[in-house]
């Protein structure tokens, strides 16, 4: 994939100096320990079962999902080791509670899966210390799942679609309404509001910049190569675990090739998981001010390699959230040298491959989830205590 412009460049190399100069005491160095393999450990198996549950019931938002379960498992471990009881057991308990939470018609089958899961250590030292850990971790789940119902997700967007003549309208047929409006008012968990990090507005329909955007993606609908439509099918991911499932997993696997501990991994995993759903709030947020019609609508010439997504089209939602996950792995893995970052901009880019964003709208949301990023590294989580939205 060709670099987008020397503007991600210089948005990395300023992310990397603010990490720098903030410190960043609360994120643990990249120092490889002699930690055993992460692969038996609670995190692994109930980070692969949350991915199964969304895979199998993609109408419960994963973007809601991943965080709150990211941040049980943070809080679980952190109350383990301060009371000196399994982590792997809290880590356990927190994560069935706040599964049996967002998966309620599963919630009977989660319970059991963790009862066996205790009862196949026994009555053993090992398996009383999993049970007084998983006790730990029930209590932080109910802590948790308190958090997730007051996070305004449940208030019906009141917003609605502006009738000035060129903005953004359902090209579903029969016309839909627009998805994801209810990320606009939700709570962000390190942002002070989802508009904190609005983007810029967008240029005129009329101008000679939007001209000139449109025509970019009329370039590469008219000429587009194998080598790019196979980058916009392959992260278009309209199934499985969806985006967030994707960079869990990449988070997971480079947590386990650097050694991490499970209460290590936990703290990653919570700070890539809020800054992907603090960086698609703000992209809401921004989206649903602006109202900007997709390429098609502008041109309806252009042709599509993936499914138009049913929501206005500045900015990008894959490139705020890959761009703000990418920046935090960036910031924990130095000695990766900005891979995860190359890898952002390779999502970002495929949207503009397959001919459903702007390079404006890709621009924008690489910037958003740079902010984004530079906030959730900064704040950091702690490790001497809980921690829950709203508590700095």
Not at 148 to 166: E, L, M, Q
Not at 253 to 264: P, R, T, V, W, Y
Not at 273 to 285: E, G, K, R, S, T
Request: net charge neutral; proline share 7%; glycine share 6%.
């Amino acid at each position: 994939m060709k670099a987008r412009s020397s503007e991600s460049a210089t948005a990395a190399m300023v992310f990397a100096l603010l990490v720098i100069t903030a410190g960043c005491a609360q994120m643990p160095n990249t120092t490889v320990s002699a930690q055993p393999s992460l692969r038996a450990t609670a995190i692994v198996h109930w980070n692969e079962y949350a991915r199964d549950l969304i895979t199998s019931n993609p109408s419960v938002p994963a973007p809601r999902v991943f965080p709150y379960l990211a941040l049980a498992q943070h809080n679980a471990a952190v109350s383990a080791r301060q009371l000196g009881h399994s982590v792997d057991g809290a880590v356990a308990g927190a994560s069935a509670g706040v599964l049996a939470f967002f998966y309620p018609n599963k919630a009977k089958v989660i319970d059991g899966d963790l009862v066996r899961e205790t009862a196949a250590l026994g009555a053993s030292r090992s398996g009383d210390e999993f049970s007084a850990g998983v006790e730990i971790g029930r209590r932080i789940a109910a802590e948790v799942i308190a958090s997730a119902k007051a996070d305004r997700f449940d208030v019906d967007w009141s917003g609605a679609r502006p009738t000035t003549p060129g903005t953004w309208v359902s090209q579903a047929r029969p016309p839909e309404p627009p998805l994801y409006t209810r990320f606009v008012g939700m709570r962000p968990f390190s942002l002070a509001s989802g508009s904190e990090f609005r983007a810029a507005p967008p240029p005129a329909l009329e101008s000679e910049v939007f001209r000139a955007n449109v025509a970019e993606v009329r370039k590469f609908s008219d000429n587009r190569t194998v080598e790019q439509l196979r980058i916009a099918q392959y992260w278009e991911m309209v199934t499985g675990p969806f985006m967030p499932g994707y960079w869990n997993q990449i988070a997971i696997d480079a947590a386990d090739s650097h050694h991490l501990s499970q209460e290590e991994t936990a703290q990653l995993l919570a700070l890539v998981h809020m800054a992907w759903v603090d960086a698609f709030i703000a992209c809401a947020d921004s989206k649903y001010v602006y109202w900007v019609p997709r390429p098609t609508q502008a041109d309806p010439e252009i042709r599509l390699a993936i499914g138009l997504p049913n929501h206005p089209s500045y900015p990008s939602n894959h490139s705020c959230t890959a761009s703000a996950t990418a920046r935090v792995l960036d910031a924990r893995f130095p000695d990766q040298g900005g891979r995860y970052l190359a890898l952002a901009q390779e999502v970002a880019t495929s949207r503009l491959y397959a001919g459903i964003h702007y390079p404006m709208d890709i621009d924008a949301g690489l910037e958003i989830g740079r902010k984004v990023a530079a906030k959730v590294v900064g704040q950091g989580l702690p490790t001497d205590r809980v921690w829950l939205p709203g508590a700095r």
